[in-house]
Nanobody
Framework: QGELVESGGGLVQAGDSLRLSCAAS????????MGWFRQAPGKEREIVSA????????FYADSVKGRFTISRDDAKNMVYLQMRTLKPEDTAVYYC??????????????????WGQGTQVTVSS
């Protein structure tokens, strides 16, 4: 089945940068599209970014476009989310997810079937 473990969250000030990492284990995820999602208190979980299995196709939510960059290193079984110019509204728990055995990106949570436990990102103003 595999496992995803996120790391890299923390408390930062507005304008700072963070890089989130997602370590995949248990099997290879090179044939799986991967995504980053976030959930703020009192809000629904939403997609932030996604990357196809090949890495050729990426998606960004409008709210993070131009500030966040998703990448993957299949040799290390890792997925990253580089976050720049962070804003207080980026505060949320960030989750890594896999769309196992599907190569293409999906915008929908229901299409991701393996999730990490999440990492908290807090941006102070």
């Amino acid at each position: 089945q595999g496992e995803l473990v996120e790391s890299g969250g923390g408390l930062v000030q507005a304008g700072d940068s963070l890089r989130l990492s997602c370590a995949a284990s248990g099997r290879t995820f090179s044939n799986s599209a991967m995504g980053w999602f976030r959930q703020a208190p009192g809000k629904e979980r939403e997609i932030v970014s996604a990357i196809s299995s090949s890495g050729d196709s990426t998606f960004y939510a409008d709210s993070v476009k131009g500030r966040f960059t998703i990448s993957r290193d299949d040799a290390k079984n890792m997925v990253y989310l580089q976050m720049r110019t962070l804003k207080p509204e980026d505060t949320a728990v960030y989750y890594c997810a896999a769309r196992q055995y599907y190569s293409s990106i999906s915008y929908y949570l229901k299409n991701y079937d393996l999730w990490g436990q999440g990492t908290q990102v807090t941006v102070s103003s």
